[in-house]
């Protein structure tokens, strides 16, 4: 979210779902240091409750699995970034890397944004 000082945003946000459509987001602020955790069932086919984050939080990257269709043809979140926030980087990372029951390393030479 931007603040009055005219600066860009400070957001980075990993975003996921499953196929019952629970979504997860991260939201880590670069400025502060601090982390936000949303977990919820996207009850609309048009995502409006992500798209509602994604706009309050004003990413400057946004993380994402591999594009893949639901079943049910909703779109999923990864289409969802690339249709509405395209002027945003967006970094596709394996859908492992999303899995909370085991650690993941970084590189910590990793800062392409």
Known sequence: ??????EGSSFVIGLIENRAK???????????????????IETSSSYQNTKT??????????????????P???VGV???????YAPVK???MARG?????????VDPSFHSF
Do not use: W
Not at 1 to 6: L, Q, S
Not at 27 to 39: K, P, V
Not at 54 to 65: A, N, Q, R, S
Not at 97 to 105: A, G
């Open 1 to 6: 979210m931007e603040d009055g000082g005219g």
């Open 22 to 40: 629970e979504v997860g987001v991260a939201a880590f602020d670069l400025r502060s240091a601090s982390l936000h955790l949303s977990q919820y």
């Open 53 to 70: 984050l994604l706009h309050f939080y004003d990413p400057m990257v946004i993380i994402v699995p591999p594009n893949k269709l639901a």
């Open 72 to 74: 049910d043809g909703m």
């Open 78 to 84: 990864s289409e969802l970034v690339d249709r509405f």
């Open 90 to 92: 967006k970094v596709i």
């Open 97 to 105: 890397c999303f899995d909370d029951t085991k650690v993941v390393l």
